[in-house]
């Protein structure tokens, strides 16, 4: 289904019956990558996936998008299916983008899941990394997405999951280069909301990787495992969906319960 956002096309998908809950997806990935999880969760739930900006079948909407902006892209989705309260679940950026909903509309979130991600910004050194890739992307895209997404997977989980990785980078690699720069540079400006996270008066959770580089695990269950109602740490890395998927299925129908 598509619906128009401030002239831009938002992509998303509705199945099942019951409490609504909406998932969304990391960076230089689409909503099919719940396609696993899907079958579990319908059962039982009112399933909402969604193409976020400059991602899948959804638009760019400008050349820098804000949390806030990908926020407001899910508030027209809610809008439009007439849901005034959802549960949210979000992947790396899809967390950041379910944190900043949250900031932006307490009232509508029942509970919000971060998967592989953070309530906090980026380090100094991670926005460098930021803007030279997005330097990078303009002459090298391709090349970028290859070396950024390999290095997600460690060599074990490489040869296991070979197809399934493919498939997911065939997928990056369809992300178009102003949507790949509009998120990297919005993430770079993301605030840290780790007051927020700690304080919210909604049920949260994370569920992380043990070897994910990219949110350290257990630099995270010290700082916000006792402010949650929900916190697991799970074998694999920052790529739980392919590298662990059926624990990660068990986790969130966990945090569901």
């Known amino acids: 289904m598509k619906i128009t956002h401030k002239g831009s096309t938002i992509f998303y998908t509705d199945q099942g019956k019951g409490a609504p ?36 079948k959804s638009d760019c909407l400008g050349y820098i998008h804000t949390m806030q902006d990908f926020a407001e892209s899910i508030h027209t989705v809610m809008a439009a299916l007439q849901l005034t309260d959802s549960t949210i679940i979000g992947h790396s950026m899809g967390g950041y983008v379910g944190i900043a909903f949250a900031k932006a509309y307490p009232e509508k979130v029942n509970s919000l899941c971060l998967l592989n991600s953070t309530p906090e910004a980026d380090s100094t050194e991670r926005k460098q990394i930021r803007l030279r890739a997005n330097q990078m992307a303009k002459t090298q895209f391709e090349q970028l997405v290859r070396m950024s997404f390999i290095h997600l997977f460690d060599p074990a989980s490489k040869e296991i999951y070979h197809d399934a990785i493919a498939e997911a980078l ?10 790949y720069i509009a998120s990297n540079e919005g993430m770079r400006l993301r605030e840290d909301s780790t007051l927020f996270w700690k304080n919210a008066s909604f049920k949260r959770g994370m569920i992380l990787g043990e070897s994910d580089w990219i949110v350290n695990a257990e630099d995270q269950k010290e700082k916000f495992a006792p ?28 945090f569901l319960e």
């Open 21 to 56: 809950i909406i998932l969304l997806h990391g960076f230089l990935e689409n909503s099919t990558m719940w396609d696993t999880l899907l079958p579990f969760l319908t059962k039982n739930y009112r399933v909402i996936c969604i193409d976020l900006l400059g991602h899948g």
């Open 170 to 179: 065939a997928q990056a690699l369809q992300t178009p280069t102003q949507g």
């Open 227 to 254: 402010y949650l109602e929900y916190f697991s740490i799970i074998k694999g890395g920052h790529m739980s969906h392919i590298s662990n998927s059926h624990i990660m299925i068990q986790e969130i129908v966990n």
